[in-house]
């Protein structure tokens, strides 16, 4: 019923009417919104240097001096962690935006071409076989460690969840009569693909991409957590904890704020997430 | 399970480096790198050392750790036991726990019960493992003394010792993989309970217990699938979780190999958790044919 009666209205005005029957995507946009303000005025905000060691002030409770206390060098953690919003953005916007173009491009070539579907499956079958994680893991063993290289670690094991959907997807459509229809007027394949096919992909692809930048921006704090991601003293949420881990009876703080932060920032983005496949897909609206 | 063969097995040799060149030392001349080379069969042609790698896999030969001289197949042996533990407790608190909410969720669906339900497991979703892990140990194990804060002990230690240092780990890595199985429960259960055949028992005044029972054999299949490709976030969350609270299972083996570079540790670690991963999935298609008789035919 709604969908009947929202369906002569703009686009703007259904995206407003949705936010009002989703207030937990207000609230996830909100948070993300501030998060990129925070992240972005980073060196204002901080106050401090959070490279900055300081041996006198080692492992303070929070006080008006260090919102969050310091760390076990002496670190401001409120300055480090303000910092370290810059780099958990960065990584999920990044391998987001990566991934769901490298996967889209291999998931049309598979789902268009038959030839290389079998090829590409099964590689993205096998890759597919090793926990996420772990293969991140691997392959900063291979990689030298960093922001870009930590990038790369995640991006590989998110793409053949990319490709699996857009061949689904592309598979469906390919069978549809305007498709067929394209073809059968010699329209050339490229341009199908490109036109009739790719913008049918784009809301599934919205709703998969927040989930994984979600699912990257815990990836990179797990990998800089178990010490082979991004360099110790760079502030990232992942390594502010690794630096409080020795510490849990004594500085709980040091553990504790990044990772608010860091459940704050996903459970924003995984909101963002159940909105937006709500919005464009209200069929899916009561699964999972 | 060849991709994954093919795919680790290039992984060590995109690595940087040289591993004669590492092993022979500084002082070593290029006749002596050369000579290690040689001995390790890295003369030969790619094609042939994979080969020679895949048969020795294949005979359950993983080669030689490099940083510390022990064969591959025994290390993982020696840190099967804590991994092991962590996942077949988690597994089992999880769908003991989570099965029964995603019910009631889905019973009651709309009610405030369904909307705390759903919100947790929103929550439980996007909160790290380690974060829960370190605030369950900060609560129950500083500040109650209530429990170990880390370690491992095996089961010759004594049972109680036992649950004790595993109960934590377990809990907050569950914590995550019960929010996937609630939520997948209740969304089949609502499927299944939409069904005529539901109208029908309930309009015969079946007992409500049964017409559940009716629902859930329904929607088993895909609750049990979510359990199969839930294993792979588990065996992640692993690694965390033997990290947070200091237990030496397979986890800790692969970050403290990585550090090291220590490759053939690596592939070890990624084969046999990928055959797992491979092998329980096995198992989930062919429990399709119990939970739904159809498929036999």
């Known amino acids: ?288 | 399970m060849v991709v994954v063969a093919v795919f680790v097995f290039l992984l060590a040799h995109m690595s940087p480096g040289d591993p004669a060149a590492v092993l022979a030392g500084d002082n070593a001349t290029v006749e002596d790198v050369e000579k290690i080379r040689a001995s390790m069969g890295l003369d030969k042609p790619l094609i042939e050392q994979f080969l020679i790698w895949g048969g020795n896999v294949l005979q359950g030969d993983l080669g030689m750790s490099t940083s510390t001289n022990v064969p591959v197949l025994k290390l993982i042996h020696q840190r099967m036991g804590p991994t092991l533990s962590i996942a077949l407790f988690t597994i089992l608190l999880a769908v003991l726990l989570a099965v029964p909410l995603g019910i009631v969720a889905a019973w009651k669906a709309g009610s405030l019960t369904d909307r705390l339900i759903m919100l947790g497991s929103v929550l439980a979703f996007s909160i790290p493992v380690f974060l829960i892990g370190y605030g369950l140990a900060y609560v129950f194990s500083v500040k109650m003394s209530l429990l170990p804060v880390q370690g491992y002990k095996p089961m010759s230690a004594g049972i109680g010792l036992y649950f004790k240092h595993l109960l934590l780990p377990c809990v907050s890595l569950g914590l995550v993989y019960m929010a996937l199985l609630t939520r997948m429960t209740r969304a089949t259960m609502l499927e299944a309970l939409g069904e005529d055949y539901i109208r029908t028992a309930r309009a015969k005044g079946l007992d409500s217990r049964l017409v559940i029972w009716h629902a859930l054999k329904n929607a088993a299949n895909p609750i049990v699938t979510t359990v199969g490709v839930g294993i792979a976030m588990l065996i992640g969350g692993v690694v965390v979780t033997e990290t947070v609270f200091a237990i030496p299972g397979l986890g800790r083996l692969t970050v403290d190999a990585v550090l090291r570079h220590d490759y053939p540790v690596i592939q070890g670690v990624l084969l046999i958790a990928s055959a797992i991963y491979v092998l329980i999935n096995l198992l989930v298609d062919l429990s399709y044919r119990i939970f739904d008789p159809r498929m036999d035919r």
């Open chain 1, 1 to 288: 019923m709604q969908t009947l009666a929202t369906g002569s209205m703009s686009r703007g005005k259904k995206i407003g009417i949705t936010l009002r029957r989703q207030p937990t995507m207000y609230f996830g946009i909100a948070v993300l919104a501030i998060l990129a303000l925070v992240a972005i005025f980073a060196p204002l905000l901080a106050g401090m240097n959070p490279l900055e060691i300081n041996p006198l002030a080692r492992m303070k409770p929070p006080s008006a001096e260090h919102f969050f206390g310091t760390d076990a060098l002496g670190r401001d953690v409120f300055a480090r962690v303000v910092w370290g919003a810059r780099v958990s953005l960065v990584v999920g916007v990044a391998v987001a935006v990566a991934s769901v173009v490298l996967g889209v491009l291999i998931g049309m070539l598979a789902g268009y071409f038959s030839k290389l579907d079998m090829l590409i499956m099964r590689i993205m079958d096998g890759l597919m076989a090793i926990p996420n994680i772990l293969l991140a893991i691997a392959l900063m063993a291979v990689l030298k460690g960093g922001l870009s290289t930590v990038i790369i670690a995640i991006i590989i094991p998110e793409v053949p969840r990319v490709v699996r959907l857009v061949r689904a997807l592309v598979l469906s459509i390919r069978h549809q009569p305007y498709v067929e229809a394209a073809h059968a007027v010699g329209t050339r394949t490229h341009k199908i693909l490109a036109m009739h096919i790719l913008p049918n992909l784009f809301a599934p692809l919205m709703v998969q991409a927040t989930f994984i930048a979600a699912s990257a921006i815990i990836l990179e704090a797990v990998l800089s957590f178990l010490g082979v991601g991004i360099p110790p003293q760079t502030p990232s949420w992942g390594n502010i904890m690794a630096d409080g881990r020795n510490f849990l009876s004594i500085a709980f703080h040091i553990i504790l704020f990044p990772g608010l932060f860091l459940a704050m920032t996903v459970l924003a983005v995984n909101m963002l997430g159940d909105g937006l496949r709500d919005m464009l897909d209200p069929k899916l609206a009561n699964k999972i």
